[in-house]
């Protein structure tokens, strides 16, 4: 057989194979749709949807490791990839990789944007990328609180252990250590109390929250002119318009 024969016999087959695979994966048969899309990168591994299509498939089955791995394969054989991007930052969340995860996700939707604004991906993009940016805010915040805590215990700690030394070489003076200990601690706390009330996040980032409601996100949408809302503040006010201009018609 002609090597161009051989070449294009093969990609008909694969081709084949990926067909099988999304026939699986529409019946919910992940395991079935896995093989048939491992059977056609095994025939054409420089083919990236076979990568993401079975990435879907362990997304479905919560496979993580096996999404990212996927993921970054496509990714390397098509960097425009918008699948690929969009469920490697979902992977990457998933192992609180939160600032990677991001930086995944505002790539898809960047991309998804260009290639069909108006595509339900590019929807389900933005909704993922705004949970994902509330919880890195929130983690950070977290981490910050615990190192901050884990500071103060070691200076507390350094503190006493200063003074059990002190209280070894100043017999006769124990009371004159043990209130300068005490007071070092005390003026210790004082700092740490100040630097934590400086540290907390006194209110959510706004890009966080919904223009009208002024609420964190739960559901958010974004409109064609790239603002996002709550959806069910946002279509409670576009019906409340569409009567409006009913009455006045």
Known sequence: MAPNVAASTTTKQAEQLRQDGNTYFKKDRFGAAIDAYTEAITLCPNVPIYWTNRALCHRKRNDWTKVEDDCRRAIQLDNNSVKAHYMLGLALLQREEYAEGVKELEKALDL??????????????????????????????????????????????????????????????????TNSNSEQLEALGRVFRKAAEADMPTEVPDYLCCKITLDIFRDPVITPSGVTYERAVIIDHLQKVKFGFALHG
């Not at 805590?149 to 003074?163: F, N, V």
Request: charged share 35%; aromatic share 10%.
């Open 112 to 177: 998804g944007r260009g290639a069909n604004p108006k595509s339900y991906i590019v929807e389900e993009i933005w909704q993922e990328l705004a949970k994902a940016k509330y919880l890195e805010w929130e983690h950070e915040s977290t981490k910050h609180s615990w190192e901050l805590q884990s500071l103060k215990e070691a200076c507390e700690s350094a503190l006493r252990d200063k003074h059990l030394l002190d209280m070894s070489q100043m017999e006769g003076f124990l009371d004159e250590a």
